[in-house]
């Protein structure tokens, strides 16, 4: 059936499978397995000689719908939808890489993705080179060498540094590698990665995607060959599936992910523009002020500067904690991408297990916090960073 090409209607609409009830709204099929008529078909679906479904860790109605949707909007050829965040990030890794091999990495990471990277990857014989995200000549220099794979967040969680995907997509095809993109903080409304020649995306769908700090979940999109031979036999041997409840809140937060991020976006504009005007603040990051060190890459990659604001308060971790504590309106937590406000101190939260040499070398000070904006009016979001900043 026609269900139209456009981003926002196929944020609706897009990979809807309607049962024999017609009903409205996605159902859940809350099922671990499934049924089949006969021995023999039991048989020839396992042999995958038939299509259906048989058992939900290995594929789930609702859990489709959600991937299919997520594809559409992505532009990818597949997706996958898994538990989290991190599992969509330790699946896109693990699936592929072996003993031996190289991974380049952006920094700033965030936490977890950074542990994996140092502490796990080499108990299995493999190495990982981190490179400054916005050091074109550093990425030039690390890709100069074979690789197997090149993992970046950009924007990067906190200090919102870009990497310039199209570049890095290049040298890590150069390299022999494939390149990773976590588009966690854009989402495939600001920012397309695979169009710019980057293999893999992974998203914490429990961000923006759900949008109300309901779920976890994670989501992997790319190519199908990749997923038939490498990513979905992982996926199904290992296990990390996601709730069909979880996928149904997921594809609910989807109907609604264009209005949402156009809002906080608006509010994140407002708010940063405010901050930087403001004589406590020693610096604001945000991709869509002229004074962000990659506003020109900002402006030609995404098609938006995003909800997330990094802010620089000076006076180390005190005046950090100080400010944190004034607010009022917005609150403090670690999630992010939330219809609430949200503020936290990266160094002693997200990123508290990154040793402090390396928080250092990659911008997440002391005096850092990071907001995410939610749809609150910017008036009173304004009026409460007043008061928490003092005067
Ligand atoms: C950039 C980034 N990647 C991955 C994750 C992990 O996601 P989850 O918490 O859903 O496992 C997060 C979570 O904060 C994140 O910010």
Not at 70 to 75: N, P, Q, Y
């Amino acid at each position: 059936m026609e269900q139209g090409t456009g981003v926002r209607t196929r944020l609706v609409h897009g990979g809807t499978l309607r049962s024999d009830f017609g009903e409205t709204s996605e159902a859940i099929f809350l099922t671990s397995g499934f049924l089949y008529p006969s021995a023999e078909e039991a048989e020839a679906r396992v042999a995958e000689r038939t299509a259906g479904y048989q058992y939900s860790r290995i594929a789930n109605p609702t859990v489709r719908m959600l991937e299919e949707r997520f594809a559409l909007l992505e532009g990818a050829e597949d997706c996958a939808a898994v538990a989290t965040g991190m599992a969509a990030v330790h699946a896109a890794l693990f699936a592929q890489l072996r003993a031996g091999d190289r991974v380049v990495a952006s920094a700033p990471l965030f936490g977890a993705c950074l542990w994996i990277l140092t502490e796990l990857l080499p108990r299995f014989g493999i190495t990982t080179e981190l490179v400054s995200a916005g050091d074109p000549e550093g990425w030039e220099r690390a890709l100069s060498r074979p690789a197997q794979l090149v993992l970046v967040e950009t924007p990067a969680n906190p200090t919102l540094e870009l990497v310039d995907i199209a570049h890095l997509a290049r040298l890590a095809q150069a390299a022999g590698a494939r390149l990773v993109v976590d588009n966690a903080f854009a989402t495939p409304y600001l920012q397309r990665p695979l169009a710019r020649g980057a293999d893999l995306t992974v998203y914490s769908a429990t961000k923006l995607i759900d949008g109300q700090g309901r779920c976890l979940g994670g989501l992997i999109a790319g190519y199908s060959r990749f997923f038939g031979e490498v990513l979905r036999p992982y996926l199904r041997n290992t296990g990390p599936s996601l709730s069909p409840f979880n996928a149904w809140v997921l594809l609910k937060g989807l109907e609604t992910l264009s209005i949402r991020i156009e809002a906080q976006q608006r509010t994140a504009q407002t708010l940063a523009s405010w901050l930087e005007g403001h004589p406590r603040i020693v610096e604001v990051r945000y991709p869509g002020l002229p004074s962000h060190p990659q506003a020109e890459l900002a402006e030609r990659q995404m098609s938006g500067p995003g909800t997330m604001i990094a802010v620089r308060v000076g006076g180390g971790r005190a005046r950090a904690f100080n400010v944190l504590d004034r607010l009022r309106v917005i609150k403090i937590s670690n999630n992010l991408g939330d219809v609430r406000s949200l503020a936290t101190h990266p160094a002693t939260t997200t990123h508290a297990k990154v040793p402090p040499e390396l928080r250092e070398r990659f911008g997440i000070s002391e005096d850092l916090i990071r907001i995410s904006v939610g749809l609150e009016d910017a008036e009173d979001l304004i009026a409460d960073l007043d008061r928490a900043l003092g005067p």
